[in-house]
């Protein structure tokens, strides 16, 4: 292959105009147009990954990437990499994105890494190239309906501790308003567990008639969808979608933004097509009818989910909430509503920890709650199931323990309402 | 080289095991069931082989109930044929029988190498490979942990106490119990079992039980604790002065 060699003229004319100075160079091939690009042909040609082909390398992305601020990672560098030969497929980048959106809200050229990334994801899971933590999930998904690996036939054993009637649609046998699909780490995970019930003793407050799919519900697969596994996101929504359409319902209210994602995207290509809400989006239009008990005189600082926010654009629901909680004070972090940090845990990155620790200085959640404490708050409030574990987590890691208190919406209400007698675990 | 994997698919500890108190018995119909791991190696054993000096893998089950997944699943691994040994079965059937059951399917046949895993959690025998070689007359070892076929000849490995590690040559056809696989097991993606579930067929051979000598099983049941650990609460002084005080009781305590 011919190298690159010196293109920059004195003076060059183009179309009969004179154009002097080092910039006529634009009209001339340019140096990265001359690599072999067999390796960047090869990974556009992957349906969904065509877009990474149109990056002009401006690096916008680079600069709101939160991989970046932690690792040697962006879409622009991915990109120049592919251009370089290295292909996405054996390149640990592949893995290090948690499909954040925020490369995609500021790309002048669309390049969209929220469908590059499971299609090409997907074909190294086919070329069994993806790491092993990931694949235990997909299988504990795949067997248990659980990405945790816990057993399906408990995932209703969280109702019984909720002190109110939490009714599973088998058993009520009548049709219900709201369907509640609590999903996975609200269901098993003891942190999720106390957010759900607190949810549940919200709805028994609000006279809501609700019911939950209980043992019949598994995990709404988006994030495995995300991380490459589209046969497994099938499988489950085809499942949940049977087992909805056995009941009826008004509408469905998820706890989770990444059901919420799929519920609103993805189930209705494949035939389940339900009106949704987020809970906060379900709780902020019945504020009036909650009466709130108890004050909570604390600095609180929102994190919005990449899912309910950057993703679905609702970013006000989950304020209101919090604005209605007396004695609160909200303050928000540098990174909030549409810049909002990444907690580390969407697009398949919750079950990836091991594998990211090798490619990255900390943890997304860790820098995360760091910023939370440079604001100065109590209270970290989150509103995705992923986040109190990651953040909890975090805050220890990082040397906060007892410095930060990571709650989530409902059980901020919960205990202002006078449901529950705690609000801070730590 | 025609290669055969028995697979079985055995309790899934994820769950309790429902005992029926008063009889003792195992409740087999409430139980969910998963490949089990050892069989697992010895696919992937068989499949690594196959990628590295050509061979055709059959994978074959005896179907006690959950069957048509875990033979996918292999399919979609590299698997060339799936076979289902249908009958009468449940997942009580003892190895013995199994192992006859197997052998009656596997004697006509001219496979070169048979593998299964080392033993299975729902037995502990470890007796299937060693009953089907003795059934076929062929040549058997087990608790084997790396296997290769060049030509006729089948190469292993066995290790033992004191850090030996015996290889070994035995000519085929032969019935090797795989302990370990030299890679993990690999991951079929959920995409490609479903599109084999759909597009391949398994072979269905119906198989009659033979009488054989048996073991009678009196009950299962847990076994009792006798005593428990002793969870040291509180802050760590606290912590630290129930360590002294036990350190005292066991008179472990110097000066």
């Known amino acids: ?426 | 080289m025609r290669i055969a994997v028995l697979l079985k698919s055995v309790p899934d500890l994820i769950e309790d095991i429902p005992i029926d108190e008063e009889s003792g018995e195992i409740l087999y119909d409430e139980m969910s069931y998963i490949p089990s791991e050892w069989d697992d190696q010895a696919l992937e054993e068989a499949l690594l082989i196959k990628e590295e000096s050509g061979a055709e893998v059959t994978a074959i089950t005896v179907d006690t109930g959950e069957s048509d997944t875990m033979l996918f699943t292999a399919l979609a691994k590299g698997a060339d044929h799936g076979v289902k040994l249908v009958g009468d079965f449940d997942p009580s059937l003892p190895n013995r029988q199994r192992a006859h059951i197997f052998s009656q399917y596997l004697g006509p046949q001219s496979f070169d190498l048979v593998l299964s895993g080392v033993q299975a959690i729902d037995d502990i025998d470890g007796q299937i490979p060693g009953l089907v070689a003795g059934i076929l007359g062929w040549p058997h070892a087990s608790v084997v942990t790396e296997v290769r076929a060049h030509d006729n000849r089948v190469i292993f490995r066995q290790e033992y106490a004191g850090g030996l590690v015996a290889e070994i040559k035995v000519s085929t056809p032969a019935v090797i119990g795989v302990q370990a696989a030299r890679k993990p097991p690999r991951y079929a993606s959920i995409a490609k079992v479903r599109q084999i579930a759909k597009s391949s067929q398994l072979e269905e051979v119906e198989m009659s039980i033979q009488e054989v000598p048996s073991l009678e099983i009196l009950r299962f049941y847990k076994p009792i604790a006798s005593g428990h650990a002793e969870m040291i609460d509180g802050d760590v002084d606290e912590a630290v002065d129930r360590i002294i005080e036990i350190l005292q009781e066991h008179n472990l305590m110097r000066g």
């Open chain 1, 1 to 426: 292959m011919q190298k690159a060699k010196a293109i920059e003229l004195d003076v060059a004319v183009v179309d009969g105009v004179e154009l002097s100075g080092s910039w006529n160079r634009m009209f001339e091939p340019r140096a990265i147009s001359e690599y072999d690009i067999a390796v960047l042909d090869e990974t556009t040609a992957i349906p969904g990954a065509e877009s990474l082909g149109y990056c002009y390398q401006c690096g916008k992305c680079t600069a709101v990437c939160p991989v970046d601020t932690v690792g040697d990672y962006s879409p622009r560098k991915i990109f120049r990499r592919t251009q370089l030969g290295v292909s996405l497929v054996d390149s640990p980048d592949l893995w290090l994105c948690t499909t954040c959106r925020n490369c995609l809200r500021v790309c002048p050229k669309e390049v969209n890494m929220i469908q590059i990334m499971p299609a090409v994801r997907e074909r190294a899971v086919l070329d069994g190239k993806a790491p092993d933590e990931l694949l235990t999930a997909f299988e504990n998904t795949a067997r248990y309906g659980n990405p945790i690996g816990e057993s399906p036939r408990k995932r209703a054993e969280w109702a019984k501790t909720a002190g109110v009637m939490v009714p599973v649609m088998a058993q009520k046998k009548s049709p219900v308003d709201v369907l509640w699909f609590v999903e996975c780490y609200p269901a098993y995970h003891p942190r999720g567990k106390q957010a759900s019930v607190a949810l549940a003793r919200l709805l028994n407050a609000l006279n809501v008639d609700f019911g939950i799919l209980g043992n019949e519900e598994k995990c709404a697969g988006d994030s495995q969808r995300m991380a490459g596994e589209r046969g497994l996101f099938e499988m489950l929504a085809e499942h949940n979608i049977k087992m909805l359409s056995k009941y009826t319902f008004n509408h469905i209210v998820v706890t989770d933004p990444h059901a919420y994602n799929a519920f609103l995207h993805e189930y209705p290509k494949l035939g389940g097509d339900w009106p949704v809400q987020h809970y906060t989006q379900y709780l902020a239009e019945r504020l009036s009818a909650l009466s709130f008990v108890r004050s909570i005189p604390r600095r609180i600082t929102f994190h919005d989910p990449c899912y309910l926010g950057r993703h679905n654009g609702e970013y006000d629901a989950p304020r209101r909430l919090l604005t209605a909680l007396p004695g609160v004070e909200l303050v928000e972090m540098g990174h909030c509503r549409e810049t909002s940090y990444c907690c580390g845990g969407g697009g398949g990155g919750m079950w990836l920890d091991s594998f990211t620790r090798d490619y990255t200085s900390e943890r997304l959640s860790e820098k995360r709650v760091r910023e939370a404490i440079e604001y100065g708050a109590d209270i970290l409030a989150v509103t995705c199931p992923y986040e109190v574990p990651r953040f909890e987590d975090a805050v220890k890691s990082t040397g906060n323990a007892g410095k930060l208190a990571v709650m989530d919406i409902a059980e901020l209400l919960a205990y202002s309402v006078g449901l529950t007698d705690e609000y801070a675990a730590n």
